[in-house]
């Protein structure tokens, strides 16, 4: 009997997902646990895997398209089951696996069995998208992957004769009509990418976004974690970072300026009594935002360990949806790619952002002598609609007076 496979459901508040790509086309065989297709909510995206060994049958929701948590969005069996028909898999693009009866069905209907054979043509999801993008008849392309699949390099092979044949074509006896082709690959803006470029642009087009610039010297602060660093580890088996620090601080710099902890909603400031902070993970699929719940209750250690835990979560994809909402303020740290200041946008509809640079040396005045000091750049974006620069600024001499004193946090 075929194997539903049926849309995870990401999170509580979950009321459709989308299938990002998929990775098998009907007729692959797969393995127990293999990852067949990638589906995405709101700032989401996991790798379903196969329940069971056998062949993809049906693929019943296409790439892009969004259902509900626990629709089934293919089969999977041995080659050549039936499958029971519905709405759902007649809209599909003609995808169906031939049932028992095949011997009936090519005497009566060669079309459809024609289409079926079309679609077991071996050929990667990327190079499918490619293909469909450009126009492309793959039943007319030699594959040169394993098995005579069709590759991403066979298409752009295909798509380069085209343009060739295009370009050179006379259009007149005396008059050849040549334009400049630039090649380019076309990629679906589907998933976590698509979830951003909304929320971003959203953001930059309703709220009145300012960013200030302000260094901090970290010196103390880092020779502070220096020689916590042993203590740490064998009491609490956990290493304290730059970035902890700045976590603590911009938490307890939210409670003594809780404009900054607030947001726009329907032309009212809400002003929360808790800090939910989000701390920005960059992955390979776009930007996430797990957030820690009541930051405010934690202590500095407590703070490093959930800022850890839920990265790891992240980058192995593992953070549920409830894990990244309800954030009250951001922080995004672009320090480990040597970035100094720059302008983080707003996550919305939190009132501010911060920004982390990367701590450089550089020599300083203090008093009358020249030291070298170490340097970190922040970088604040706020909504003006909440509040205004002096407030922000205040906020950002906060969160730099506690980095300079460092020891007043761990208490």
Not at 56 to 68: F, K, S, T
Request: net charge negative; hydrophobic share 40%.
């Amino acid at each position: 009997m075929a194997v539903e496979v049926v849309m995870p459901k990401l999170g509580m508040a979950m009321k459709e997902g989308t299938v990002s790509v998929w990775n098998k086309t009907v007729g692959d065989t797969v393995g127990k646990g293999e990852p067949i297709a990638s589906v995405s909510s709101e700032k989401i995206e996991i790798d379903v895997e196969s329940p069971a060994e056998g062949t993809v049958l049906q693929i019943a929701v296409p790439e892009g398209e969004g259902v509900p948590p626990g629709t089934v969005i293919c089969y999977i069996g041995s080659p050549g089951e039936n499958i029971a028909s519905n709405t759902k898999l007649q809209e599909t693009e003609g995808e169906n696996v031939a049932s028992s009866s095949s011997v009936q069905l090519e005497q009566t209907e060669p079309k459809k069995l024609a289409r079926t054979a079309r679609d077991r043509i071996k050929i990667s999801p990327v190079a499918r998208k490619m293909a469909e993008a450009g126009g492309l008849d793959i039943e007319s392309m030699q594959g040169t992957g394993p098995g005579g699949r069709i590759t991403k390099e066979d298409v752009q092979e295909a798509l380069k004769q085209a343009r060739s044949t295009q370009v050179n074509k006379v259009t007149k006896p005396e008059q050849i009509s040549v334009e400049k082709v630039e090649e380019s690959q076309q990629i679906p803006v589907t998933g976590i990418r698509k979830v951003i470029a909304e929320r971003m642009y959203e953001s930059l087009q309703k709220s009145a976004q300012l960013t200030i610039n302000m260094k901090v010297d970290v010196s103390k602060l880092i020779a502070l974690q220096k020689q916590t660093m042993e203590t740490v580890q064998s009491q609490y088996d956990n290493k304290l970072t730059v970035t902890d620090f700045i976590a603590r601080a911009v938490v307890l710099s939210l409670k003594q300026h809780e404009q900054m902890n607030s947001a726009y909603i329907e032309n009212k400031i809400h002003l929360y009594k808790q800090v939910h902070l989000g701390m920005a993970v960059a992955l390979e699929r776009g930007l996430v935002v797990p957030v820690i719940r009541n930051a405010d209750q934690s202590t500095l250690i407590d703070l490093s360990k959930s800022i850890k835990a839920l990265a790891k979560k992240a980058r192995e994809g593992q953070l549920s949806q409830d894990e990244m909402q309800g954030s009250t303020f951001t922080i995004s740290n672009l320090g480990a790619y040597g970035v100094d200041h720059f302008t983080p946008v707003l996550n919305p509809p939190e009132a501010g952002i911060l920004g982390v640079g990367a701590v450089y040396d550089t020599p300083v005045f203090v008093g009358e002598t020249i030291e070298k000091r170490s340097i970190l750049p922040l970088s604040l974006t706020f909504d003006h609609r909440v509040l205004d620069g002096a407030p922000a600024a205040a906020f950002l001499q906060t969160v730099k007076k506690l980095l300079e004193n460092p020891i007043t946090m761990l208490f």
